[in-house]
C-alpha cells in the first residue's frame, strides 16, 4: 500500500540536509542507510552510495526515478545461478 497524499512523499530529513544548497560536485557520493527514501526532484544528478545490507551500491539519481524509493536501485540479493543437470550441460559446452 502506498503512502498516503496527505503526508506526502517520505524523504529522509538526513540526506535532504547533505544536498541541500550544494551542488552534485561539491558533494560527491553521499551515504545512505535510508532505502525508504523517495527521489524528489532536487535529487537528480546527485550520487548516492545505498546500503543493501552488506555494502553500498552507487545510485546516480535521474528524472524517471522521480517518485521511486532509493531502495529500489539497490537490490539486496545476489542472483548466482540455477542448478541443477541443465546449468551443468552449458557451463561444461562453454
Not at 524523504?11 to 551542488?23: C, F, S, T, W, Y
Not at 545512505?32 to 545510485?59: D, L, Q
Amino acid at each position: 500500500m502506498s503512502r498516503s497524499i496527505k503526508k506526502g512523499p517520505y524523504i529522509d530529513e538526513r540526506v535532504i540536509k547533505k544536498i541541500e544548497g550544494k551542488k552534485p560536485e561539491e558533494v560527491g557520493v553521499v551515504n545512505t542507510w535510508s532505502r525508504a527514501c523517495t527521489i524528489v526532484p532536487e535529487m537528480i544528478g546527485y550520487k548516492f552510495n545505498v546500503h543493501n545490507g552488506k555494502g553500498f551500491t552507487e545510485v546516480l539519481a535521474t528524472e524517471e526515478m522521480v517518485g521511486h524509493k532509493l531502495g529500489e536501485f539497490a537490490p539486496t540479493r545476489k542472483f548466482l545461478r540455477h542448478g541443477g543437470k541443465i546449468q551443468k550441460g552449458i557451463d561444461a559446452s562453454r
